[in-house]
């Protein structure tokens, strides 16, 4: 790297240089996706940029790629000026903020029994259309409000912007709304970057960004520069106002989006006309709640007051107007400091890395551990040690690293590598060939039999409350329990020095443990944690083995002929049984008094015949495929969407659409405890529901 000018005047020279430079070749990268330098040499410029403004802070100006957080210059389209200026809205984060709003509206207004009217705030970009005689004519960005970019050829591009209105219409006006890209097609869409990056990687190219979320995936989407790559991105638009108008139109906003509706504008049909505040409340709250369950992205609710004669009455406060306001949902993303990834090592041995992150509040909780799934997903985002990133949390959904802020990269961060040995017990770690998987082959890594214990205990398997996490880890510790077959052989003495209030809790545990003895084997089977088994994997082995003791017996080639138990899980079984210690434990849970039976169900027809399910949402218990084999397995039907030939709808964590569907048809739902009970029972199971 070149030496930091010695005089202001060299340094503003070389900086004002070294800008063009590195913005030209962000270009290259961002949008043509035609670097012509290679990674070292941009990291130069930006190191030498920055090193320049750190001797010279007076020379860093607002727009230095330096500054910039997150998106890539912008290509260049005509300014258009706005004829009414597009304004955004206040803010409310809470209902006494919201009720104060209200207040200050009814003062001006001199009554408070006005209608008001409800929408989803829609996370996309505001744009305004302008149409002559029924046809669109132009269409630009919101931009600062005053001024946009013209971007009509590209909005021409999305299906739901109509090129020619029906029935009646003013002879011009304007109306707004904002463009979207449904979360689908989003996820597709940076799922293609990431498969193209793994590609790059092989030729030694960048990596392309990412994109953090859908918004920023539809402006990048409206701002090309070729049409028909904005042709080629899912996106929307949702009609939310009328602009300017000549001609009359109605004085309800309500009324004006369903003359909007007529006209062939896509106006939200989630849409609502309250009476007033106390109705519109209990639709907030329902939006905080539900918002996952659309197809698209919100951060609030807009409230608007009805009337739009009101709306001149009450006019704005500096951009804000006085009729309308957004409440707003807490983000659901923020940027942190990655500080380290780690490793996990889980009850199969196989090694998750996580994200240890600077704690930052998201979606309402305090964040500082992230999953990452495996090494590839590391290597498709391009995630390094040291970035600063975007942390995602949805619903109830463990947070994520969606991607990190290329812009604000130092030089300093590390790639990340999997660690060669496990990092528990230092047992050289293996590559399962076609999973990816990285594991530590070691059985009696202490990592892999405290988590075994643990997931013993869970609710899936032998459910045995009292043996959490905590506990395996005590437990563990202790030297009481190195094995799950150790837990028969607990005694309350033993367990009493561990707490404070020694008995009672020993006492309980212990009776948990014995109660366990009684669960049916395919939980059993469940909870040994053999690789690749999982819930409806073991139902099938119950089917098959009838008993507990019978798992000592059972051959890789006679499992494959098992419906629904394929080569690797058959081999996976079988070699977990040929292990010595794992033939042990099994015989040691029998003499324990673990050995139940399993009944084979009677033949003919199976118990879901004619009934068609679909499964949304992510099960406990089992995968997607294996409650779909489980449904087809019993003479049922799977289908794929819900309609109305759907009997049952399984909603797991993070349903999505399906359910929206499953709601607005009536299709009856159930949770994983009732599917559970359909597939052991059939129909019957439910009829007391
Ligand atoms: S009304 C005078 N309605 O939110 C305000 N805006 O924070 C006109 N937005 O720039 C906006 N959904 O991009 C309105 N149903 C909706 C909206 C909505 C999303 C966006 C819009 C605006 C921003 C203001």
Known sequence: ?????????????????????????????????????????????????????????????????????????????????????????????????LRAWHRRAAERLGSDAFALVTEPKIDGLAIALVYERGRFVQGATRGDGYHGENVTENLRTIPTIPKQLRGSY?????????????????????????????????????????YANPRNAAAGAVRQKDPSVTASRP??????????????????????????????????PEARLHAGLDDVLPRVAWWGQERERLEYDIDGVVIKIDDTRAWDRLGAVGREPRWATAYKFPPQQRTTKLLDIQVNVGRTGVLTPFAVLEPVVVGGARVSLATLHNEGDIRRKDIRIGDTVIVQRAGEVIPQVVGPVVQLRTGEEREFTMPERCPVCGTPVSRDPDQAAVYCPNASCPAQQIRLIEHFGSRAAMDIEGLGEKMAIQLYQQGLVRNVADLYDLTVEQLRPLWKSGTKTAEALVRNIQASKGRPLPNVLFALGIRHVGFETAR??????????????VKADELQQVEGIGPVVAASIESWVQRPENRAIVERLVAAGVNPTFEKPAGGAGPLEGLTIVVTGRLERMSRGEAEDAIRA???????????????????????????????????QLTEEEFLALLERGPAALSDA
Not at 635 to 642: L, Q, R, W
Request: with cysteine.
């Open 540 to 553: 099938l082995l119950a089917e098959h083995i009838g008993s507990l003791a019978g798992l000592l017996d």
């Open 1 to 97: 790297m070149r030496e930091v000018p010695k005089t202001q005047y060299e340094a503003r020279l070389r900086s004002e240089e070294l800008r063009s430079l590195i913005n030209y070749h962000n270009r290259l990268y961002y949008e043509l996706n035609q670097p012509e330098i290679s990674d070292e040499v941009y990291d130069d410029l930006m190191n030498e940029l920055r090193a320049i403004e750190a001797a010279y802070p007076e020379l860093i100006t607002p727009d230095s790629p330096t500054q910039r957080v997150g998106g890539a210059p912008l290509p260049t389209f005509e300014v258009v000026e706005h004829r009414l200026p597009l304004l955004s809205l206040s803010n409310c984060f809470s209902e006494e903020e």
């Open 235 to 268: 996106l929307a638009m949702f009609t939310y106002q009328l602009g300017w108008c000549e001609g009359s139109h109605p004085e309800s906003h309500y009324e004006i989006l369903g003359w909007l509706r007529e006209m062939g504008f896509n106006v939200n």
């Open 170 to 210: 003013p002879e011009r006006f304007e109306v707004r709304g904002e463009v979207y890209m449904p979360r689908a097609g989003f996820e597709a869409l940076n799922e293609a970057i990431g498969e193209e990056n793994l590609r790059r990687e092989k030729e030694g190219k960048r990596p392309l960004p990412l």
């Open 634 to 668: 019993r003479g049922g039907k799977v289908g794929s969407s819900v309609t109305t030939a759907t009997d049952f709808l399984v909603v797991g964590a993070d349903a999505g659409s399906k359910l929206a569907k499953a709601e607005k048809l009536g299709t009856r």
